[in-house]
Nanobody, 115 residues
């Protein structure tokens, strides 16, 4: 069983930066992809950034050029570097690990961007 523990997040002014971390423990060898989702109040959860086991990345259009997903295999940790933050980036952010038939989720962390 895999556990995902998130850290980072908080309150930042527009234009600022934050970094989210997601440490994974357990059976990590079967992970096929990692990703970050977010959910704003009254909105559906959306994929922000993803990374396959081979290292390919993808981003939702609204964060391209501002957010970067990366990983440190020695620490079993995935990061989301968020730069040039905007008020519309305010949401609860969740990391996820995808397996063949299921997914595991982190506990979520609040990111609030003030204007």
């Amino acid at each position: 069983q895999v556990q995902l523990v998130q850290s980072g997040g908080g309150l930042v002014q527009a234009g600022g930066s934050l970094r989210l971390s997601c440490a994974v423990s357990g059976s990590i060898f079967s992970i096929r992809a990692r990703g970050w989702y977010r959910q704003a109040p009254g909105k559906q959860r959306e994929l922000v950034a993803g990374m396959t086991s081979g290292g390919r990345t993808n981003y939702t259009d609204s964060v391209k050029g501002r957010f970067t997903i990366s990983r440190d295999n020695s620490k079993n940790t995935v990061y989301l570097q968020m730069n040039s933050l905007k008020p519309e980036d305010t949401a609860v952010y969740y990391c996820t690990a995808a397996f063949l038939r299921s997914s595991s989720w982190g506990q979520g962390t609040q990111v609030t961007v003030s204007s």
